[in-house]
């Protein structure tokens, strides 16, 4: 598993990166953008950061983690 974190920056950059085959879902208000592949992955932006789990966990195992990250 690898956790990547991008800080301090802007929403805009964000919102710019190519999501390209991911999935959108919600959760906790959080937006949450999912792709699945031989590592599957976890990518969300949240306080100016951008945070991507790599895993071969699947989607659920991986949002707990997610949701354990303290900000």
Same mark, same amino acid.
């Given at each position: 598993?690898?956790?990547?974190?991008?800080?301090?920056?802007?929403?805009?950059?964000?919102?710019?990166?190519?999501?390209?085959?991911?999935?959108?879902?919600?959760?906790?208000?959080? @937006?949450?953008?999912?792709?699945?592949?031989?590592?599957?992955?976890?990518?969300?932006?949240?306080?100016?950061?951008?945070?991507?789990?790599?895993?071969?966990?699947?989607?659920? @195992?991986?949002?707990?983690?997610?949701?354990?990250?303290?900000?």
């Amino acid at each position: 598993m690898y956790i990547q974190i991008n800080y301090n920056i802007d929403s805009n950059s964000y919102t710019n990166l190519d999501k390209t085959g991911y999935t959108q879902f919600k959760d906790n208000q959080i @937006e949450y953008y999912y792709l699945e592949g031989s590592y599957n992955q976890l990518l969300w932006y949240r306080n100016k950061c951008i945070f991507k789990i790599s895993s071969k966990l699947t989607k659920k @195992e991986m949002l707990k983690i997610a949701n354990g990250i303290r900000y």
